[in-house]
């Protein structure tokens, strides 16, 4: 379970990102944070995995106060959590399968990492990962060769292989053709459902969300201004997390499509 109590984030410059933040979120969820650029979707994400250090307030992750951390113990605590990015993070110029081996094994050692020295317990792993999301045919392609929607499905096979109970996704749609960006959304439910990961994404894609995410939290200016069940998520409610947003009415029309369909 992830736990905010009253947290607030403050940039060095001053910029106050999160304010007064109270949220839990239970293991297996899937819930998805959307709001205007700059609201502090990012923020409130990358506080859960340390990237970020909240300013004050508590934090707890499986009741352990994440603010309290140090080296091994942040080390610890991202392994149990993925982070899936926009960008992918990939290595483009190695194999998918080389991708998922170096990285979801944290704990091995370096000379095991650089000679690609691997278990076949690790390669087993690896390659369940790769078929969880439909891309166990492209194990031994360069990842350059792959499409973008295959390339994000390798970041999150990686993620998977590290087996975490959490998967953070920073706006992993983004950059991906709306077809594409259906089928990423529908792996993450898949994987949230068969594999009962807690899954937390930001997403810009309003119907997207309400498509796929069983929770919706909205934030405005830092603060969150709902939050609840994607089926209770009305006009009104969206009005007041995008109000004064260019692409407002053009979000709240696709929004309103993809929950009357
Ligand atoms: N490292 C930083 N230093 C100072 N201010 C920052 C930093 N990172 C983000 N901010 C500011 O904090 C606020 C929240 O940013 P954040 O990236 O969390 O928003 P967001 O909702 O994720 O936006 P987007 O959808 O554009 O990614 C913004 O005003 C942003 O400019």
Redesign the pocket.
């Known amino acids: 379970m992830i736990e905010f109590k009253q947290v607030h984030k403050q940039?060095?410059?001053g910029?106050l990102?999160l304010k007064d933040i109270d949220l839990q979120i239970d293991q297996g969820e899937y819930v998805a944070i959307i709001?205007?650029?700059?609201?502090?979707?990012?923020?409130?994400l990358r506080c859960v995995n340390r990237m970020h250090d909240i300013s004050s307030g508590s934090l707890k992750v499986d009741d352990v106060e994440i603010s309290t951390l140090r080296g091994k113990g942040i080390r610890q605590l991202r392994r149990s959590i993925g982070m899936i990015f926009q960008s992918f993070n990939l290595v483009t110029r190695i194999s998918v399968m080389k991708n998922v081996l170096v990285s979801f094994v944290p704990g091995i050692p370096l000379w095991r990492k650089v000679l690609g020295v691997f278990t076949e317990q690790e390669k087993k792993q690896a390659l369940i990962a790769l078929d969880r999301v439909g891309i166990l045919d492209k194990a031994f392609v360069r990842v350059d060769q792959l499409s973008g929607g295959q390339q994000q499905r390798v970041a999150l096979a990686r993620t998977l292989a590290q087996n975490p109970k959490i998967i953070l996704a920073d706006?992993p749609v983004a950059s991906l053709d709306p077809v594409t960006a259906n089928q990423v959304m529908g792996d993450f439910r898949r994987i949230n459902q068969e594999l009962h990961m807690t899954v937390i994404m930001?997403i810009?894609h309003v119907e997207l969300a309400l498509e796929y995410a069983s929770r919706i939290i909205g934030?405005r200016a830092g603060e969150i201004v709902y939050d609840g069940r994607t089926e209770d998520v009305t006009d009104e409610i969206l009005e007041q997390i995008y109000k004064g947003s260019v692409e407002k009415g053009e979000d709240i029309a696709h929004a309103r499509e993809a929950v009357t369909n």
């Open positions: 940039y060095p410059d910029l990102a709001g205007l650029s700059g609201a502090g979707k990012s923020t409130l706006e930001n810009h934030i």
